[in-house]
Nanobody, 112 residues
Framework: QVQLVESGGGLVQAGGSLRLSCAAS????????MGWYRQAPGKQRELVAI??????KYGDSVKGRFTISRDNAKNTVYLQMNSLKPEDTAVYYC???????WGQGTQVTVSS
C-alpha cells in the first residue's frame, strides 16, 4: 500500500509560481513513476505531468511552464509551476501508476 500526501497549493497571482510536493510512504522504495493530475470545477481530471518507464510527458497546456522532478532520498515528487494562469486553477493530485494510489489533492488558485 502506498500513501501519497500533496502540499504546497495556495493562492497566487497570474504570472507567479508555486511548487507542489507529493510525499510518498508505505510500500515504495524508489519513485520510478509518478503523475500529477488536476481537476477544475465542472471539468474532467486531466494529466498535468508524468514520468514513467524513463519517459516524461506534459499536458499541452503546461508545456514549458511546469516541471516534474523527484527526490528519491525524500520519497517526494515535485511539480514546479511557473508563469501561472487563471486557467491553471484546480485541485492538483498526485498518482502512483504502479499501485494506483491517489493523494487527497491540494488546491491551486490563480487570480487574474
Amino acid at each position: 500500500q502506498v500513501q501519497l500526501v500533496e502540499s504546497g497549493g495556495g493562492l497566487v497571482q497570474a504570472g507567479g509560481s508555486l511548487r507542489l510536493s507529493c510525499a510518498a510512504s508505505g510500500s515504495i522504495f524508489n519513485i520510478n513513476s509518478m503523475g500529477w493530475y488536476r481537476q477544475a470545477p465542472g471539468k474532467q481530471r486531466e494529466l498535468v505531468a508524468i514520468f514513467i518507464s524513463g519517459i516524461t510527458k506534459y499536458g499541452d497546456s503546461v508545456k514549458g511552464r511546469f516541471t516534474i522532478s523527484r527526490d528519491n532520498a525524500k520519497n517526494t515528487v515535485y511539480l514546479q509551476m511557473n508563469s501561472l494562469k487563471p486557467e491553471d486553477t484546480a485541485v492538483y493530485y498526485c498518482n502512483d501508476p504502479r499501485s494506483g494510489s491517489w493523494g487527497q489533492g491540494t488546491q491551486v488558485t490563480v487570480s487574474s
